[in-house]
């Protein structure tokens, strides 16, 4: 069981906005940063929103984040069949003398 | 341009120790950041292992943390991973990583390593 919660699949067509929520608790995304990570089929993680909403550059601003709380969202609109892939969120737990904790992943399928 | 590279042995015995090396260019790991690990059982999510500042100073997952080495060394620009007692649940896929407080800005390419006799 993963420390932050997210769906593990999600679905949409091409153009669609489709959102994936992550929910964790006081002790890492009510007090730090989330960032969101996509994994395409058989390669590395790749760092999709850091610090709650900023896009690295060369990320589409197709791909949005946002935090409410102790809930971090990802939304992606203009779905379009490339971004099918693995998508998690992290952030960082002050607990237990701190440490990085991930959701459990959201499987993205574009119909 | 940041590049990491694991390197290590692909299959290690139960009970035996995992060891990993990552190597960094294009940045030299003294001038900052944290450097972690974290690995990917096959079909399954991500899971942090730990990380290391320049100057030795390291967190760990607290789950792992009893098993859990991780070194650095700054002459070489690459950072370790030492991971004790594996048992067939530590077989995954390892990553490294530049970081800073859960922003994995760089990765490396993944190393699988089997554990099995």
């Known amino acids: 069981q993963s420390v932050l919660i997210q769906p593990p699949s999600a679905s949409g067509t091409p153009g669609q906005r489709v959102t994936i929520s992550c929910s964790g608790s006081s002790s890492n995304i009510g007090s730090n940063y989330v960032y969101w990570y996509q994994q395409l089929p058989g390669t590395a993680p790749k760092l999709l929103i850091y610090r709650d909403h900023q896009r690295p550059s060369g990320v589409p601003d197709r791909f949005s984040g946002s935090k409410s709380g102790t809930s971090a969202s990802l939304a992606i609109s203009g779905l379009r069949s490339e971004d099918e892939a693995d998508y998690y969120c992290a952030a960082w737990d002050d607990s237990l003398s701190g440490h990085v904790v991930f959701g459990g992943g959201t499987k993205l399928t574009v119909l | 341009q940041v590049q990491l590279q694991e390197s290590g042995p692909g299959l290690v015995k139960p009970s035996a120790t995992l060891s990993l090396t990552c190597s960094v260019s294009g940045y030299s790991i003294s001038s900052g950041y944290f450097w972690g690990w974290i690995r990917q059982p096959p079909g399954k999510g991500l899971e942090w292992i730990g990380n290391i500042y320049h100057s030795g100073n390291t967190y760990y997952n607290p789950s792992l943390k009893s098993r859990v080495t991780i070194s650095v060394d700054t002459s070489k620009n690459q950072f370790s991973l030492n991971l004790s007692s594996v048992t067939a649940a530590d077989t995954a896929v390892y990553y490294c990583?530049?970081?800073?407080?859960?922003?994995?800005?760089?990765w490396g390419q993944g190393t699988l390593v089997t554990v099995s006799s």
């Open positions: 990583a530049r970081e800073e407080w859960s922003n994995l800005e760089y």
